[in-house]
Every structure is written in structure tokens, then in C-alpha cells.
């Protein structure tokens, strides 16, 4: 039958590797999802900043380069992990949910009025949690395809963009979110690998 070239929507790889006809499998889309915060700010429900999200980046992590300079050559390794910061933009809503939040967030880091600051990074920190969805709603729950928990969040700037005459579009509060930690706890590698204990700084690579 025609419709069986269908399964032939794919890349062709060794037998061994993957069922000739195995087709594609369907991706994730970048429009599904949503944003929870768990003690941002000082009032609750936090739902509202879920509602309002309009974008939101997924979490970036790289590894600072070292090298080892040897007799002809120069062996590179993976040295700390640093994670960069996310970036959250916000519907500024008429009713002010939003902007009071983000608000109360910033005071809690550092309050503008007596120029005081938080004791500790303890005293302001939140957990964001970054979650794909597969398109369900109402009485259809949503599946959670994918799961990012980013902890120890603070917020790294806070941009309320300008205002204009010559504009129409909506007015949003752009949130860089800096996390110490990201952690990928459902969708990925969300258990434990092992730890491979090797002595040569440089190899093919083990698995």
C-alpha cells in the first residue's frame, strides 16, 4: 500500500542499527510548555507568573576549557560546569500580578528603599521548573515529556522594557534567571550513570 512509504520518512542506517522501516519519531515543540516557580517572591500563589510567560530559554551549561601543554601537543579537559543564565519574559498584566511579584523578588535580594541586603544567598533563592508538555489539556491532562529543575535561582537582571506611541505591541518584563544548579529529572539522563575511574588524560572515549 502507498500509505506504507510513510515509514520511509526517515534516515537509512545499517540493519543492525535500526528497523529499515522504523519512520520519524515526532519532536518536541518549543511552543509547549510551562514555567513553575516555587518561593519566588513573598506572595502566593506564584500561578499567575506561570499564566504570563510568554518565553523562556532552556537551561545552557558549558565546561571551562583546560589543557595540559605536553612535548608536541596540547591535551584538553573539562573543567568546572558553568551554567548561564535563563532567560524568563513576562506579560506585564494590567492587574499588576506580575510586576508585583517580580517586585517582591528584587526586595528580597536587595531592598532599594534601606539599602540593605539579604544575609545570605539562602534568604532569596528559588527553584524554577522548566517542563515540555505533549499539546493535552481540559479533560485530557497534559503528559510531562520533558522535566528541567533548576535550583538555587536568583534573578540576574530584571529589564521592564521602554514604553512607545509608535507601538502596539504587549509590554513584557524580561527576566535573566541565574540557577547554581540545572537538573534534568524527567526526558533525559535522570538517573545516575556510574563514574568511570581512569588514570590517562586523554582516550577514545569510554562508555
Request: proline content about 4%; some cysteine.
Amino acid at each position: 500500500m502507498a500509505i506504507a512509504s510513510l515509514s520511509r520518512f526517515t534516515v537509512p542506517l545499517a540493519s543492525d542499527q535500526s528497523a529499515s522501516a522504523q519512520g520519524m519519531l515526532m519532536p518536541k515543540l518549543k511552543f509547549r510548555f510551562r514555567v513553575m516557580f516555587e518561593n519566588f517572591g513573598t506572595s502566593t500563589p506564584t500561578t499567575e507568573l506561570t499564566k504570563q510567560v510568554s518565553e523562556a530559554a532552556r537551561p545552557n551549561v558549558t565546561f571551562d576549557d583546560q589543557t595540559i601543554a605536553v612535548y608536541n601537543s596540547t591535551i584538553h579537559y573539562a573543567g568546572r560546569p558553568k551554567w548561564a543564565a535563563i532567560t524568563v519574559k513576562l506579560r506585564d498584566d494590567v492587574t499588576g500580578s506580575v510586576s508585583k511579584l517580580v517586585g517582591e523578588q528584587m526586595q528580597k535580594q536587595f531592598d532599594f528603599f534601606e539599602q540593605s541586603s539579604a544575609a545570605s544567598g539562602g534568604d532569596y533563592k528559588f527553584l524554577m521548573r522548566i517542563e515540555m508538555l505533549d499539546g493535552g489539556n481540559g479533560a485530557h491532562a497534559p503528559n510531562v515529556l520533558e522535566t528541567w529543575e533548576c535550583y538555587g535561582c536568583y534573578v540576574q537582571g530584571a529589564n521592564y522594557n521602554a514604553l512607545g506611541y509608535g507601538g502596539q505591541e504587549l509590554l513584557t518584563i524580561d527576566l535573566a534567571i541565574q540557577p547554581d544548579n540545572c537538573i534534568q529529572t524527567s526526558g533525559g539522563a535522570t538517573a545516575p550513570l556510574g563514574r568511570n575511574v581512569g588514570t590517562a588524560a586523554t582516550a577514545a572515549g569510554a562508555r
